[in-house]
């Protein structure tokens, strides 16, 4: 009874508290509000009325008045820019860099922001003088950051692994799996012009930055067998089991190619069996296929392909399956197993792909670096249906 009494007296307390709170904070808004210039009202009624132009006008005029106002114009022109109206973006940003009475700070978040109108209006240029210009601000890392990017795109490797060693050196994250994708891109390029020997340099550097690019390990394979040196190769290649046994599919046809060369395929063929059993894969199996269908026969190479669907189930298994199957079926049982293949090979096409796993962009090729997102080594060296069988 004592606590209901209690509660009947003090609510009205409560009450009272609550509305003086509300009466401040109304007083407080209004107060505010008509510290603001009329300016700003006249801009955000263009901006509701859906005309940007008088409304950056409006702003602008309330800058060169106000210098106060400047966070304002940020967040506009940050919005232009996401709406892919980087002209506008630019004419705010560009505006507020006039200003001679601009803080320093604000100045360079401007500058920023406006190297980002340049970058996303594909301006890279313009993009670049200005985040140069902001390498030593306070604003540096997020310059370099940028123009990383814009290296990347012009696939200026040099000068992306001198950025990326700048921020590693400022403390901005490690970066050193990149640098060695940039070593890679490089010895890759002269790979494609007959230069191995400047290749191997290149590599020996990225494997310096990464002990673990297993791509790096490959393409020293692949100079080493331009050189001649086959026997080379092939203990090259074979190194990326200790590094990812799930990349050994990326090099399984270089292996079988070059144990054909030295005359040995049919112990290539077991090291690629034994692959096999340790990382399942549709492309690993793809090469077995067809290196036992050409040494031990159609009978080996439908039993191999049975054992491996019974080992990991996957319409892209059966669709290999039913191709063995029709290479000895009899006449009468040929275009019925000719219908059932081209509907489930029809299937397996879409599962048949890789997937970044940052931004799920799926390709039938593999990538390296992400033509989605732009990032480094994030595909899984199998097609999108493995990955959901082990999952």
């Given amino acids: 009874m004592e606590f209901e009494l209690w509660w009947l007296l003090g609510m009205p307390i409560f009450f009272g508290l609550g509305w003086v709170a509300a009466r401040v904070d109304i007083r407080q808004l209004v107060s505010e509000s008509r510290t603001l ?10 901006l509701l009325n859906d005309q940007p132009d008088k409304a950056i006008d409006a702003f602008i005029e309330i800058v060169r008045l106000d210098p106060e106002t400047a966070d304002m114009h940020f967040a506009l022109g940050n919005l232009f820019r996401r709406r892919g109206e980087t002209e506008r973006a630019i ?7 006039s200003r001679p009475d601009l803080p320093a700070e604000q100045k360079a978040h401007a500058e920023y922001e406006l190297g980002m ?3 996303k209006a594909g301006l890279l240029d313009r993009a670049e003088e200005t985040f140069k210009r902001l390498v030593d601000s306070s604003y540096g890392v997020q310059a370099r950051r940028s123009l990383l990017e814009i290296f990347q795109r012009e696939k200026e490797w040099p ?35 007959i230069h191995p020997d400047e290749a191997m340099q290149l590599l020996e550097q990225a494997l310096q930055a990464d002990r673990t690019s297993v791509r790096a390990t490959i393409l020293v394979g692949d100079a080493q067998l331009m050189q001649g040196d086959v026997e080379a190769a092939l203990n090259t290649w074979r190194r990326v089991e200790q590094q990812s046994v799930p990349h050994v599919a990326l090099v399984a046809q270089r292996l079988m190619d070059g144990y054909k060369k030295v005359g040995r395929a049919q112990e290539g063929v077991s090291l690629l069996k034994s692959y096999l059993e340790q990382a399942s894969s549709i492309d690993l199996l793809e090469v077995v296929f067809k290196a036992v269908i050409e040494l031990d026969g159609v009978s080996a190479a439908k039993q191999l392909v049975s054992d491996e669907l019974r080992r990991t189930p996957t319409l892209l298994g059966l669709d290999k399956l039913l191709e063995a199957r029709m290479m000895d079926a009899p006449p009468e049982l040929l275009s019925e197993l000719s219908m059932v293949k081209g509907l489930v090979h029809g299937y397996t096409q879409k599962l048949a792909r890789y997937q970044c796993g940052h931004c799920g962009f799926k390709a039938r090729q593999y990538y390296w670096h992400c033509p989605g997102c732009s990032k480094w080594e994030s595909y899984p060296p199998r097609r999108t249906e493995e990955l959901n069988v082990m999952n």
Avoid at 37 to 46: M, V
């Fill in 91 to 97: 004419r705010v940003h560009q505006n507020l860099l």
């Fill in 117 to 119: 109108d340049y970058l």
């Fill in 37 to 46: 210039p009329r300016g700003y009202f006249k801009g955000l009624n263009f």
């Fill in 159 to 193: 000068r992306a692994i001198e950025v990326a060693t700048g921020l590693q050196d400022a403390g901005a994250g490690v970066r050193q799996k990149e640098i060695a994708q940039f070593y890679c891109e490089m010895a890759q390029d002269a790979l494609v012009h």
